[in-house]
């Protein structure tokens, strides 16, 4: 699922009190079929919000939280040593020779870094991505409008 835990989460009286963004209607009934698989959920309120109104910073914890001590570390010493720099001022081998380790491993933890900050980050991506798409507009009365779905079938 492709859902936002927007923070703070408040858990009172037996029940967590949750905000979530969600970008698409089927992800949020599928969040909520998950969520009555562990035990009773209501949608308390739902609504559409414009994009002015979404946050537009990122929380730290969501995006680093779970990496490991390893991952920050070879994601600092890469961009310490100039591995993100364009033309790369350094390799992986020569950043893991200075560390002690071995070049593979040092990748591993290095991709596996990346690949957990990637993946917290495709859910901001997407709110800005939409942000930059402009709304549709209706056609103009006695127009004629060829829908893909109607031409499709025919």
Same mark, same amino acid.
């Given at each position: 699922?492709?859902? +936002?835990?927007?923070?703070?989460?408040?858990?009172? *009286?037996?029940?967590?009190?949750?905000? @979530?963004?969600?970008? *698409?209607?089927?992800?949020?009934?599928?969040?909520?079929?998950?969520?009555?698989?562990?035990?009773?959920?209501?949608? +308390?309120?739902?609504?559409?919000?414009?994009?002015? @109104?979404?946050?537009?910073?990122?929380?730290?914890?969501?995006?680093?939280?779970?990496?490991?001590?390893?991952?920050? *570390?070879?994601?600092?010493?890469?961009?310490?040593?100039?591995?993100? =720099? =364009?033309?790369?001022?350094? !390799?992986?081998?020569?950043?893991?020779?200075?560390?002690? +380790?071995?070049? =593979?491993?040092?990748?591993?933890?290095?991709?596996?870094?990346?690949?957990?900050?990637?993946?917290?980050?495709?859910?901001?991506?997407?709110?800005?991505?939409?942000?930059?798409?402009?709304?549709?507009?209706?056609?103009?009365?006695? !127009?004629?409008? *060829?829908?893909?779905?109607?031409?499709?079938?025919?």
């Amino acid at each position: 699922m492709e859902c +936002i835990e927007v923070p703070p989460a408040i858990y009172r *009286d037996g029940w967590g009190y949750l905000r @979530v963004l969600s970008f *698409d209607e089927s992800q949020t009934r599928d969040m909520f079929r998950e969520f009555n698989k562990r035990g009773p959920a209501e949608l +308390i309120k739902k609504r559409e919000l414009p994009l002015t @109104v979404l946050p537009t910073s990122v929380w730290v914890n969501s995006l680093f939280g779970e990496l490991t001590g390893k991952q920050m *570390d070879a994601l600092l010493k890469a961009h310490r040593y100039g591995y993100y =720099s =364009s033309p790369r001022e350094i !390799t992986t081998e020569n950043i893991s020779k200075s560390l002690g +380790i071995s070049r =593979s491993t040092y990748e591993e933890h290095l991709r596996k870094a990346e690949n957990r900050i990637m993946s917290a980050l495709v859910p901001y991506l997407q709110i800005f991505a939409a942000a930059d798409k402009l709304p549709e507009r209706e056609p103009e009365k006695g !127009t004629v409008v *060829d829908h893909p779905k109607a031409s499709a079938k025919a």
